[in-house]
T-cell receptor, first 112, second 111 residues
């Protein structure tokens, strides 16, 4: 099992550019989520999904979109990058909400 | 508003010391509390607690939940340099399936 995979590992964007962060899991987990981690702020939930076709907003959803067309994949789209979106992004999955989450290796994004 | 607060934010100890990390929460309809350890990369799972007063233990690490006083502690005995990490507490508020993380405690263990 590969677990949770994320691509890319690093990305530099210019303000206004768009991009998609990829996330995939092979554990047949229903719950998937995206977090951003900034210094001193722990993990903040951006969007989450409780199953294919179902997504919802977390604590900091502005500027991001998600979709969940399959159980395995949960891409995160930055619509128009801003310097405030410079952060480390983690994708995670779990069997159901509120249980042990498995995290991907993270994507370090810099927006200039 | 759902809130998870960890203390202290950082802690420096020497090998062999015992440490206690704290996590307090205010959430709508508590379902579970989880502890994670984050070294250089992604967080890894330590414990999940749902019932008050039942200690979870794994080697030198243990954790307990107090649902009446709305907090949990994570104890690490006989600390080692490999325990140096950020320890994160997360709570399932039981309303919208989202998880709330605290800011974390950065533990540094010196030889």
């Amino acid at each position: 099992n590969a677990g949770v995979t994320q691509t890319p590992k690093f990305q530099v964007l210019k303000t206004g550019q768009s991009m998609t962060l990829q996330c995939a899991q092979d554990m047949n987990h229903e719950y998937m989520s995206w977090y951003r981690q900034d210094p001193g702020m722990g993990l903040r939930l951006i969007h989450y999904s409780v199953g294919a076709g179902i997504t919802d907003q977390g604590e900091v959803p502005n500027g991001y979109n998600v979709s969940r067309s399959t159980t395995e994949d949960f891409p995160l789209r930055l619509l128009s990058a801003a310097p405030s979106q410079t952060s480390v992004y983690f994708c995670a999955s779990s069997y159901v909400a509120g249980t042990e989450q498995y995290f991907g290796p993270g994507t370090r994004l810099t927006v200039t | 508003e759902d809130k998870v607060v960890q203390s202290p934010l950082s802690l420096v100890v020497h090998e062999g010391d015992t440490v206690t990390l704290n996590c307090s929460y205010e959430v709508t309809n508590f379902r579970s509390l989880l502890w994670y350890k984050q070294e250089k990369k992604a967080p890894t799972f330590l414990f999940m607690l749902t019932s008050s007063g039942i200690e979870k233990k794994s080697g030198r690490l243990s954790s307990i939940l107090d649902k009446k006083e709305l907090f949990s502690i994570l104890n690490i005995t006989a600390t080692q340099t490999g325990d140096s990490a950020i320890y994160l507490c997360a709570v399932d508020p039981g309303n919208n399936n989202d998880m709330r993380f605290g800011a974390g405690t950065r533990l540094t263990v010196k030889p």
